[in-house]
Each structure stands twice: as structure tokens, then as C-alpha cells.
């Protein structure tokens, strides 16, 4: 037993809440015209989701609601809630009980209700689709609708059918599969064409990120380079600083020493000078010497012309001094004191005035006619040969002494000049090493100079890069100049390829990451959906096989309770359900197909089914009926005067029949027709009251066949 109790609140005709329970597999609702038995029935269409306002008998939702009367007021809300058994868990719940509940206010609210929460009409129906109960309802039976199935158009047949199959599940699960197909080809355009947007720019970023990268690559391979250039250059300038400094510390303490040797000597040379030149101031013995060697020989010389006078005199006895004689010897006095005038020495000048002395002294003797002078006594040649002879005696006593003077001289001078030879040489030798310690301390000035150049070079190059970098104190040096312009070189070229790709913009490379990933995400996405949509199509073709497989097993099925069904009631003749192909026209849609129905009753010749009259279509009606819900049963059948039209004959057939359905679905049976109120367990008296309120008064199991009596 599925179906437990029907609550109604304010719905239609129910203005006080009025519970019908189902604890029979036969209920029956009696009572007079107008009482509200179809609206029981129609409480419970609407309770499952019932959609047309037609089939409940109203234009609106208020008319729901209880309308009130004289003596009643009216209502704001109707409710129903239709409560199944779930203790055999046929609902996917839990719980024992499922409530389903509907709610309609005047202003126009509905809601649907499951164990009181508040759900979508989808959920409910998917929820009865579990058990077998449609949105056709065709398990509802309104009153005068039991023959709605010979009315319906073959494709509305079919879903009834379907439906009655239970399988309306696969129509949802593909409906569902198609909507979810279709929304997934959409999405697969959409991001079709968003990919179609992204692989141009893409493309781009792609080679600007390309680009960015090598750019990337020779900024690294810059600065490594730069760094390098940096370590390499300062070792190297830090090295030849080092080696000049080692070179020229010596250099420079040799030139100092030089330089104070060559004052020492200097010095000394210019002292030797001044006393070489005392001696040198002696020097006038040569002229002494010379001047005493030239006396001597004008002596000799007069002694010679005096002796040959003296010897002409023996011929010659006048024996008196002649004028020309006294002048000569006059001027040759005369010549004495000039060269006496000219000495400096006192010793010469003493012994020259000697000679003076003399010469006066022969000078009066001669004149005085003396004859002691000279060889010849008075005779004055013979004086004056005297004279001459002491004259020559004293000249070679003083060249003696000069000569002895002059040899000691030049001892000491020769001495001296030497030393100051030896001295000038050394000078000369300072002098020349000096020169060449100098040549080479310029020469070490000027690498300084270069190395110089290199080390404010090395400062512009890293203020103009701009770089912070302490060099490395173990760097290389650079082996040659060459390998350094070389580096240099490099640097530069980089440079030039920085600023020709400066142009990039450093963003691209983010860009270039997001829309990559946009794009992989793109592509994902799109093998997803391409996956699902062929899964989806997949399902769908799975469920349309499984669908008209189980549809075809189902019909043959029906048709053989139906054939049953019909022969029960006709007697014999034949009850058809034929299925018809649809035909998928020109757009590629299907039309037309659906189930029509083949009827023979016996003794008569049906041309259509608008033959038959109003209980054969009842009848028809419920042998299809029944058959339809023998091979599948439905929870529940809720008939509403379904055997209204029938004679008395078939009245017991039909309770015949709704005693076999019961057996296999739960049975709700309104009717004022004795036999069937005869087969129900529980049997409701609906009355109207004097408030226009529909009440009710129950009769159970036993009693009802007796109040049906
Ligand atoms: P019959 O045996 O003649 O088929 P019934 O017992 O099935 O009658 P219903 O058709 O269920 O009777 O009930 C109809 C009654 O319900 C009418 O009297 C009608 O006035 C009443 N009714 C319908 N809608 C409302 C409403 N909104 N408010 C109050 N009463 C209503």
C-alpha cells in the first residue's frame, strides 16, 4: 500500500481540513451529486503537479481556494498534501513517509512542497517518475475522461502509453540528455569561437613572448658579461697598479740615491776645483820659467856678443864705453823693471830687482870706465861680462829653483786632476744611470697614465650602465688587451640587441602566460564538452534503443492483456494496438508515428471508433485501461465514475476487473454504483454541508459492502 492519506485544507469545496486515509487496497467515495467527490480526485491531480486548469475545472488558482458561503467565509490558502507509505523505500527518502504537498494563495502564489520543504514541480515529477506515476496521469481518471485514450491522437496515445510503461523515465532522462546536449553544443560554439577570438592574439604574444625571452636571455647574458668585464678589468688594473708600484719603488729610491751621489759629487768636484785652481795659480812658473829661460838665453846671448866685443876690443884699445853702448845697456835695464813690473811674486820681483841692481851697478861701472869689470878689468865690455856672468849665474840659480818649484807643482796637480777626473767620471756614470732610472721611471709614468685612463674608463662604464657590483677579488685578468676588447666588444653588441628589442613591453610575457592559459583552459574545456557531448549523444541513442525496445515489448504486451481485457468484455472481436513508424520529413524532423488503436467487436463492422457508443467506449476504454496497468501496474488508480456508463451486466464485469487490478495497484474508486462500492475495504460518504463545506463520513472494510447493500 503506497498511497497512505490525502489531507485536504481550503481546497475547492474542502473549507475545513478534511483527511481521507488508504488503508485498503479498494477505497470507495459515495456520496450525492455536488457533494465534492471529484474534488477529492482532483486534490489529488493537483497535489502531483497537475499543470491544466482545465482538467481541475478552474480558470485560475484562486479557484482553488475555497470560495466560502453564506454561513462560510472564504479562504486565503488551499493545501493539499498526499502522503505515500515509504517504508519499502520506493521513494529515495529515508524516511517512512513522503508528503508531497501543493499550495496555492489568492494572490497567486504556488508551491510545492516534499516532506515541507519547499521544492521545483521537476523535483516532484521526477520523484513519481520513480514510481511508476506520470505527468499524463493517466492513473487519474477523471469523470467522464475514461475513454480520453480513445480520443487522443495516436502520438498523445503513445505517451500515455509510454507513460503507463514506465517509461516515461527514459523520455525525462533523454529530454534532460537533449536540453543538456544542446546547452553543451552551444557551449562548444562558445568556446569555439572564444578560442577563434584568442589563437590570432595568441599567435602574437606568443612571438612577442619569444621575443621577451631572448631579450630576457641577453639581458642575463649582459649582466653576466658586464659583471665579468668589471672583475676581469679591476684584477687586471689592481695587478698592473701592483706592478708598477713594484717597479717603481726600487727605481725611485735609486734616482734619490743618484741624485744625492751625484750632489755628494758635485760638491767635491767643485771643492776640488777651487783647490786645483790655488794650485793653478802657480802655474805662472811655466812663465817664470820661461821668462827666466828666455833671460838666460838673452844673457847667454849678450855674454856671447859681449865676449866677441871684448875680442875685437883687443884690436880696438880706445878702451871708452861707447854711447851706443851705454844706451843698449840702458835699455836693457829699462826692459828688466818692465818685466819686474809685471811679477806678482815677491821672490821674483826680489831677484829681479837683483838683476836690476846688477845691470845699474854695470851700468856705472862701465861709465866710471872701470876696468875691473869684464874680463879685462876696467874695461867695460869685460864689466859687463862680469856683470853678465853674475847676471846668468843668479838667472840659473833662480831656474834652478823654479824648475825644482815647478816639478813639485806639477806632482800636486797631476794628483788633484786626477781625482777630479776620477770624480768627473763617476758624475758622468750618476749622471748616465740617472738618466736612464729617470727614462725609466717615465716610462713607468706613462703605463700609469694608461692604466690610469683604464681605471676612470672602468668607473664611466659602470656609472653609464649604472650597475651595483662589488668585483670579485679572485677574477681573472684579462691575459691579453685583445681579449678584453673582446668582452667589450660583446658587451656592446648586447647592448645595441637590448635596445633594438627595448621596444617589447614587459607585460606581453604576463599576457602571454594568461591567455595561454586561458587558451589551454579553452582547449580543456572544449575536449570536455566534446567528450560530454558525445557521451551525451551516446545516452541519448542508448535510451531511444532501450526506449522503443522496452516500448515495442511493453505494446505486445498490452496487447495481449488488452485482447484479454476486450474479450472479457465483448465476448470476443479483436483489440489492436498498432504502432506506427514516425516519418522524418524534409528539416529532418519526425512527424506523424504514434500507436493506433484496431478494433473488431463482434457482430458489428467498426468503420471508425466514433461508432462505438457511450459504454462500448467505456468499456473499450477500461479493458485498455486495466491492460495498460496489468503488465505495469501503477502505485494507485484513482477512477472517478469510470463505470458511469455501464449497464448492470457490465458493472459486475468492471468490479470483477477492479478486483483483480487491486491485487496488483492500490484502488481509488469514486462511483455511486453499489457493485463497485460493493468491492471496496473502505468506503467514504461525501456529504455537502448546510456551509457549502464538503464533510465526510468514513465506513470501514466489512461495512462498506453492508452500506453498499
Ligand atoms: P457529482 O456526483 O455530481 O459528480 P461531485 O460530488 O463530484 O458531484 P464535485 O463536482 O466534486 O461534486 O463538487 C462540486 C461542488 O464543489 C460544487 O457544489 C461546487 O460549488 C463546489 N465547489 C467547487 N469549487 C469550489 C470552491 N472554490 N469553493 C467552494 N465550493 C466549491
Known amino acids: 500500500m503506497l498511497l497512505k492519506k490525502l489531507v485536504l485544507s481550503g481546497f475547492k469545496s474542502f473549507g475545513k481540513t478534511t483527511t481521507f486515509e488508504f488503508p485498503s487496497d479498494v477505497t470507495a467515495i459515495v456520496g450525492p451529486n455536488g457533494s465534492g467527490k471529484s474534488n477529492v480526485a482532483e486534490g489529488i491531480r493537483w497535489v502531483l503537479g497537475e499543470q491544466s486548469m482545465k482538467s481541475l475545472r478552474g480558470k485560475r488558482g484562486e479557484d482553488l481556494i475555497f470560495n466560502g458561503s453564506d454561513k462560510a467565509s472564504r479562504l486565503g490558502k488551499a493545501e493539499v498534501k498526499l502522503v505515500f507509505d515509504n517504508s519499502s523505500k520506493q521513494f529515495p527518502y529515508e524516511f517512512d513517509e513522503v508528503v508531497f504537498g501543493r499550495r496555492v494563495l489568492r494572490d497567486g502564489t504556488n508551491e510545492y512542497l516534499l516532506n515541507s520543504s519547499v521544492v521545483r514541480l521537476k523535483d516532484i515529477f521526477e520523484l513519481l517518475s520513480r514510481v511508476g506515476i506520470g505527468s499524463t496521469q493517466h492513473h487519474i ?103 708598477h708600484n713594484k717597479d717603481k719603488e726600487p727605481l725611485a729610491k735609486t734616482k734619490k740615491e743618484l741624485e744625492d751621489a751625484i750632489a755628494v759629487l758635485n760638491k767635491e768636484i767643485q771643492t776640488a776645483e777651487q783647490e786645483f785652481s790655488g794650485v793653478k795659480a802657480r802655474e805662472d812658473i811655466h812663465g817664470k820659467l820661461s821668462e827666466l829661460e828666455d833671460r838666460h838665453k838673452s844673457l847667454n846671448r849678450e855674454l856671447g856678443r859681449i865676449e866677441g866685443a871684448l875680442t875685437a876690443e883687443t884690436h880696438n884699445t880706445s878702451g871708452s864705453i861707447s854711447l851706443s853702448v851705454f844706451m843698449r845697456e840702458l835699455k836693457e835695464a829699462v826692459s828688466f823693471v818692465d818685466n819686474l813690473m809685471q811679477q806678482e811674486s815677491f821672490e821674483a820681483l826680489k831677484s829681479g830687482l837683483k838683476d836690476v841692481k846688477v845691470k845699474l851697478e854695470g851700468l856705472g861701472k862701465l861709465c866710471a870706465g872701470d876696468k875691473t869689470q869684464g874680463g879685462g878689468g876696467d874695461n867695460p865690455l869685460g864689466a859687463k861680462k862680469q856683470l853678465l856672468l853674475t847676471q846668468l849665474a843668479q838667472i840659473e840659480r833662480s831656474l834652478s829653483v823654479v824648475q825644482s818649484e815647478r816639478e813639485e ?147 505486445d504486451n498490452i496487447n495481449k492483456e488488452f485482447q484479454k481485457f476486450f474479450n472479457d468484455v465483448f465476448g470476443g472481436g479483436k483489440a489492436l494496438l498498432i504502432y506506427v513508424e514516425p516519418v522524418t520529413n524534409e528539416e529532418g524532423e519526425e512527424e506523424g508515428g504514434g500507436v493506433d488503436i484496431d478494433l473488431d467487436i463482434p457482430k458489428k463492422r467498426l468503420k471508425s471508433l466514433d461508432m462505438l457508443s457511450g459504454g462500448e467506449r467505456a468499456l473499450t476504454s477500461i479493458a485498455l485501461l486495466f491492460a495498460m496497468s496489468a503488465v505495469h501496474p501503477p502505485p494507485f488508480l484513482v477512477l472517478d465514475e469510470t463505470d458511469a456508463a455501464l449497464d448492470e451486466a457490465n458493472s459486475q464485469r468492471y468490479a470483477d476487473l477492479l478486483k483483480d487490478l487491486s491485487t496488483k495497484t492500490q484502488l481509488v474508486v469514486i462511483t455511486h454504483n453499489r457493485t463497485t462500492m460493493a468491492e471496496a475495504g473502505v468506503l467514504y460518504g461525501v456529504t455537502m454541508s448546510g456551509e457549502g463545506i464538503s464533510k465526510l463520513l468514513s465506513l470501514k472494510f466489512g461495512q462498506a459492502a453492508e452500506f453498499a447493500k
Do not use: C
Not at 210 to 217: G, I, P, R, S, W
Not at 458 to 467: E, H, M, Q, R, T
Not at 487 to 512: M, N, P, Q, S, T
Open 141 to 243: 481518471i477523471s469523470q467522464g475522461e475514461v475513454d480520453r485514450i480513445l480520443w487522443a491522437t495516436p502520438a498523445e496515445r503513445q505517451e500515455m502509453i509510454e507513460e503507463a510503461l514506465g517509461l516515461k523515465e527514459f523520455h525525462l532522462k533523454k529530454k534532460d540528455a537533449s536540453k543538456k546536449l544542446t546547452e553543451t553544443e552551444n557551449n562548444v560554439k562558445q568556446v569555439e569561437a572564444q578560442r577563434r577570438e584568442v589563437t590570432p592574439h595568441l599567435t602574437y604574444l606568443s612571438q612577442q613572448a619569444e621575443k621577451m625571452k631572448a631579450f630576457e636571455e641577453y639581458r642575463v647574458d649582459l649582466n653576466k658579461k658586464i659583471k665579468e668585464y668589471v672583475d676581469r678589468e679591476t684584477a687586471t688594473i689592481n695587478s698592473l697598479k701592483g706592478e
Open 409 to 555: 807643482g806639477g806632482l800636486m796637480r797631476e794628483d788633484m786632476l786626477s781625482d777630479l777626473r776620477e770624480r768627473e767620471q763617476k758624475l758622468r756614470s750618476h749622471e748616465h744611470e740617472l738618466e736612464s732610472v729617470r727614462e725609466q721611471l717615465r716610462e713607468i709614468e706613462f703605463s700609469e697614465s694608461k692604466y690610469k685612463e683604464r681605471d676612470e674608463e672602468l668607473a664611466n662604464f659602470v656609472k653609464d650602465l649604472n650597475i651595483k657590483h662589488e668585483p670579485q677579488k679572485d677574477a681573472n685578468m684579462f691575459g691579453t688587451d685583445k681579449e678584453r676588447q673582446s668582452l667589450h666588444r660583446d658587451i656592446e653588441r648586447l647592448r645595441i640587441k637590448l635596445e633594438e628589442a627595448g621596444g617589447i613591453d614587459g607585460g606581453v610575457v604576463d599576457e602571454y602566460k594568461e591567455t595561454k592559459k586561458r587558451d589551454e583552459f579553452l582547449s580543456t574545456e572544449l575536449a570536455d564538452l566534446k567528450k560530454a557531448e558525445k557521451s551525451l549523444a551516446d545516452l541519448m541513442h542508448e535510451l531511444d534503443e532501450k526506449l522503443h525496445k522496452e516500448f515495442r515489448l511493453g505494446l
